[in-house]
């Protein structure tokens, strides 16, 4: 199985700051086909479903506001909000698609400081 | 705009079998570009994708739960289901559906249900 592994666990941010989280990947998620890397970053608020935010590494999703960015290759991934909002409070996973079974970081906790 | 929905006991004996099923509504289960998947979160705790099936009843499991798994799928329904042998105290989960891009496609869960609390208990 592919770990993916978050730090921080959690993370304090003031408003209008950024916030970055970085996953790391324990072995290559580069999906050969187009030279891109099989990875998803999803927002889970309290009580609902995750949402996805960003694939193939630093693809947004439609209608995802563009403070939130994804960037990384090979194993070593970071997720960033440019200017963290109060409804940005959620926690965050990365997600690899390369192989199976898909697997999930253990997530990152957002709170405003 | 297509939503899936959950359905199913709350509630499983230790030991039982846990079925669920999941609804599709406002586009058809038989598309070529999705797959349909399975995913749990234990309270409190992180996300474990359980398996997967595509339209044409093909199926990929999540290999510390294939033993006690199937999922299988019914198109005239617009609907597929899970089903997990063999319950313990470790099953219980919110059991979400969702619906996957092809990784071609840029994979990824973009559609989910709202969950659907699984409690094991005697």
């Known amino acids: 199985d592919i770990v993916m592994t978050q730090s921080p666990d959690s993370l304090a941010v003031s408003l209008g700051e950024r916030a970055t989280i970085n996953c790391k990947s324990s072995q290559s998620i580069l999906y050969s086909s187009n030279n891109k890397n099989s990875l998803a970053w999803y927002q889970q608020k309290p009580g609902q479903p995750p949402k996805l935010l960003i694939y193939w590494a630093s693809t947004r999703e439609s209608g995802v506001p563009d403070r939130f960015s994804g960037s990384g290759s090979g194993t070593d991934f970071t997720f960033t909000i440019s200017s963290l909002q109060a409804e940005d409070v959620a926690v965050y996973y990365c997600q690899q698609y390369y192989s199976i079974p898909y697997t999930f970081g253990q997530g990152t906790r957002l709170e405003i400081k | 705009q297509m939503q899936l929905q959950e359905s199913g006991p709350g509630l499983v004996k230790p030991s039982e079998t846990l079925s669920l099923t999941c609804t599709v509504s406002g586009g058809s289960i038989s598309s070529s570009s999705y797959y349909w998947d399975w995913i749990r979160q234990p309270p409190g705790k992180g996300l474990e994708w359980i398996g997967s099936i595509y339209y044409s009843g093909n199926t990929w499991y999540n290999p510390s739960l294939k033993s006690r798994l199937t999922i299988s799928v019914d198109t005239s329904k617009n609907q597929f289901s899970l089903k997990l042998n063999s319950v313990t105290a470790a099953d219980a989960a919110l059991y979400y559906c969702?619906?996957?891009?092809?990784?071609?496609?840029?994979?990824?869960?973009?559609?989910w249900g709202q969950g659907n609390l699984v409690t094991v208990s005697s």
């Open positions: 969702a619906r996957r891009r092809s990784t071609s496609s840029g994979g990824g869960w973009e559609v």
